[in-house]
């Protein structure tokens, strides 16, 4: 499965962006999706996820009721919508898949990334 992450930008402190994360040569609709950021000098990071077989969600404490992750199947296509956005949100963002695992411990797949930054 590849991963394309795209969406990022440069925002104000208190905006908003919504990443998208489209797979190919494989379908979603059978994978936890979920995406992860670094922040420079920084380790990689866990964001959000979806599990595949019920849809339920899963945040880390700094980004719940900001951010939502969501999926479209038909599309192949997972995306995070990222409101109130904040300086120390500024990151490479990127998406992640895994068959089995849902949350920090997941990834067997990974996006190439994509860059938010925050101004503020």
């Known amino acids: 499965v590849q991963l394309q992450a795209s969406g990022g930008g440069l925002v104000q402190a208190g905006g908003s962006l919504r990443l998208s994360c489209t797979a190919s040569?494989?379908?979603?609709?059978?994978?936890?999706m979920g995406w992860f950021r670094q922040a420079p000098g920084k380790e990689r990071r866990f964001v959000a996820a979806?599990?595949?077989?019920?849809?339920?969600?899963y945040y880390a404490d700094s980004v719940k009721g900001r951010f939502t992750i969501s999926r479209d199947n038909a599309k192949n296509t997972v995306y995070l919508q990222m409101n109130s956005l904040k300086p120390e949100d500024t990151a490479v963002y990127y998406c992640?898949?895994?068959?089995?695992?849902?949350?920090?411990?997941?990834?067997?797949?990974w996006g190439q990334g994509t860059q938010v930054t925050v101004s503020s």
């Open positions: 992640a898949s895994d068959p089995l695992r849902v949350g920090v411990e997941m990834g067997v797949y």
């Open positions: 040569g494989g379908t979603i609709s059978v994978y936890n």
């Open positions: 979806i599990r595949w077989s019920d849809g339920n969600t």
